[in-house]
């Protein structure tokens, strides 16, 4: 391993799942000593499943300590990288939550970084850890701004406005995942680097299994055709899309398939329409064998606009028909895929895709994502990393 700076990591559960920030840094590991920090994340608690499951899963780490799970991303990252889970209080709203876990993440951080060859290079995808930035001696601190989080349902907007002006005043360099959330960044004063998510080409290209993995059985039983939409099912599905594709149906399946948290109870009373557990990321690919076409019926919302869906890219590369809400990073893609911003319109283009399959021009127009694998996405944050153009 070379001399270049540790990076330490504040981020989701590392293995939990791909996110953009895990497919980055997995390539890194072959030459940078990486501290991968699992945080509490930003939902307050309340009493409802999903919070309770999540609060079992954090009480064990901090009980057993953290190790690298087995990664939804590939074999095992290698003995670079040492995942740590401080324990910290679920809130940042009151000046007395936010030093409790400045104390409490410091406390468990400074041994670790103390130990380093160098002083770090430190990344956050949180935008609440402001507190912390000057809090151990690093080379740099900078924020991988993935979504505008003020504005995603069940989180305290105020809260996450608050300490993300924070953070942004603080930090040495921002990059972010779409020309939206630059805008977004540039209103706090500060300018950023622009990385748009990348794409996995060689897992998503891969030859399908003969025969369907045991975790796809009950979606492969499900009538055809199969209208799929893989990802968490939340409240920024956009309802009336579901419901005028649903009555247009005379036959086969709408599946939703992944985590559910708080999703509109009206998607439960749609005809055709199943939300299924979520599915392994290695079993995706299968999974898009098995669909006829893939959507993404988001609705149009402050936290949509701003986002960039890292299965927009995934679901192209599968070669399969793509219809998709009308959102700036949806139409940044509008030749190789369908685009529509109607109920009308979503459920005419379904039909037609169901019927006719990709078009000629989408095929040719997906030759571009050649361009956009993670290894080149990985080797250009590095050198805005490393401070490079800053």
């Known amino acids: ?33 990486v501290i991968w920090v699992n945080t509490i994340g930003m939902k307050p608690p309340a009493f409802n ?11 064990r780490e901090w009980t057993f300590g953290a190790k690298p799970p087995p990664t939804e991303l590939g074999s095992s990252p290698g003995p670079s990288l040492r995942v740590v889970s401080p324990k910290m209080w679920p809130s940042f709203r009151s000046l007395w939550s936010r030093a409790l876990n400045r104390g409490l993440v410091l406390r468990s951080l400074r041994p670790i970084v103390a130990s380093l060859p160098s002083p770090p290079i430190v990344i956050t995808t949180l935008p609440v850890l402001g507190g912390l930035v000057g809090g151990f001696t690093a080379a740099r ?26 953070l942004v005043a603080k930090v040495d360099a921002v990059v972010a995942v779409s020309e939206t959330l630059q805008q977004h960044i540039a209103k706090l004063g500060k300018p950023s680097h622009l990385l748009t998510h990348g794409v996995d080409l060689e897992h998503w290209r891969k030859v399908r299994p003969t025969e369907v993995p045991a975790s796809l059985r009950e979606i492969a ?64 690919p299968s999974l898009a064998g098995l669909s006829d076409v893939l959507v993404m019926p988001y609705a149009d919302l402050p936290v949509t606009r701003a986002m960039q869906p890292l299965k927009l890219k995934e679901y ?3 070669g399969k028909p793509v219809v998709v ?3 700036p990073t949806t139409r940044q893609w509008a030749d190789s895929l369908d685009v529509v911003s109607t109920p009308e319109a979503f459920a005419k283009v ?34 805005w990393l490393d401070g490079a153009g800053d």
Request: aromatic share 8%.
């Open 325 to 327: 809400s009308d959102l």
């Open 1 to 33: 391993m070379s001399a270049r700076s540790p990076l330490v990591v504040f981020s989701d559960d590392w293995g939990r799942h791909p996110s953009s920030c895990q497919h980055l840094i997995r390539r890194l590991l072959d030459h940078r000593e």
């Open 350 to 383: 379904v039909q037609e895709r169901l019927r006719d399959g990709v078009p000629k021009s989408q095929r040719e127009a997906r030759v571009k994502l050649d361009l956009e694998g993670w290894t080149a996405k990985a080797a250009q944050f590095e050198t």
């Open 49 to 59: 499943l999903f919070t309770m499951k999540r609060g079992f899963e954090k009480i």
């Open 221 to 284: 039983a499900q009538p055809g055709p199969r209208v799929v939409f893989w990802g968490v099912v939340d409240r920024r599905m956009d309802v009336p899309f579901v419901r005028k594709l649903s009555e247009s149906l005379n036959s086969g399946s709408i599946l939703l398939i992944g985590p559910q948290d708080d999703p509109d109870p009206q998607l439960l009373k749609l005809p055709r329409v199943r939300l299924l557990p979520s599915v392994a990321y290695a079993d995706l």
């Open 141 to 166: 601190w900078v924020y991988y701004c993935v979504d505008d989080f003020s504005v995603w349902p069940g989180l305290d907007g105020e809260t996450v406005r608050k300490r993300e002006r924070e």
């Open 316 to 318: 192209l590369a599968t």
